[in-house]
């Protein structure tokens, strides 16, 4: 398989390095589950990243997992009671990763731009999830 030439994988790769911030605050606060998930989504995504290659198995992995995740936080959301909030910012990102998706075969790096958008917007929400006050 040819790799990528990406040239900001590693930033996306760093990036994904940080969703250990909402996966510890998730654990402070006793919110288990989405640390774990949250810590399993370093792995998938870092796998991915370290080496971004189309249609591998990282690839599938991660993205699977993922869309999986954002289910389950739109569940959680709803279960905590904070969907006003949440919801709000879920769909901001997933609009921002749509664009990821439509621009990623541009030369200018617009996708990679969306992209760690939507990395930093998934974080932001986590921990607004999270956060006991």
Avoid: G
């Avoid at 606060?29 to 640390?35: L, Q, R, T, V």
């Amino acid at each position: 398989m040819k790799k990528n030439n990406f040239a900001y994988s590693n930033i996306l790769w760093t990036s994904s390095i940080f969703f250990i911030i909402p996966s510890l605050i998730a654990f402070y606060n006793k919110h288990y589950d989405i640390s774990l998930l949250s810590f399993i989504l370093i792995i998938s995504s870092c796998c991915f990243w370290s080496n971004p290659v189309k249609n591998t198995l990282a690839r599938k992995i991660d993205v699977i997992y993922v869309r999986t995740l954002q289910f389950y936080k739109i569940y959680k959301t709803f279960k905590l009671n904070k969907q006003y909030i949440i919801l709000p910012l879920i769909t901001l990102y997933f609009i921002i990763y749509l664009l990821s998706c439509y621009t990623k075969n541009k030369k200018d790096y617009t996708s990679f731009y969306f992209h760690l958008l939507f990395h930093i917007l998934a974080n932001i929400s986590t921990i607004i999830l999270v956060f006991n006050p």
